[in-house]
């Protein structure tokens, strides 16, 4: 299972730091990723994260603002979300596969955190 921190409220340009912690998994041999929703939209994936090689995926328009990292002793990744603006307004959720290759394809995440709101005011 995922089990996610973090979020909150912050100005535009400000910052923020998501955490995720798995359990469960076998060994490093998993991948987080990170997918957010904002009000009247569908699921957007954001970043992801291969908790074995250290590989990752960012979705373009996000790459340069937004970086996943991970601490394996604490089998947590993290994604640290810098500049924002009002359009990064989403519900933020984790999630985790039992495979090390961070797809960006949110259909193979079998684990999802309860999600977390960001609220960037203008």
């Known amino acids: 299972q995922v089990v996610q921190s973090g979020g909150g409220m912050v100005q535009a340009g400000g910052s923020l730091k998501l955490s995720c912690t798995a359990s469960g998994f076998t060994e490093d041999r998993y991948a987080i990723g990170w997918y957010r929703q904002g009000p009247g939209e569908g699921r957007e994936g954001v970043s992801c994260?291969?908790?074995?090689?250290?590989?990752?995926y960012y979705e373009a328009s996000l790459k340069g603002r937004f970086t996943i990292s991970k601490d394996n002793t604490k089998k947590t990744a993290y994604l640290q979300m810098d500049k924002l603006t009002p359009e990064d307004t989403a519900v933020y959720y984790c999630a985790g596969r039992g495979e090390s290759w961070p797809s960006p394809d949110s259909s193979t995440y079998d684990y999802w955190g309860e999600g977390t709101q960001v609220t960037v005011s203008a």
């Open positions: 994260i291969s908790m074995d090689s250290g590989d990752t």
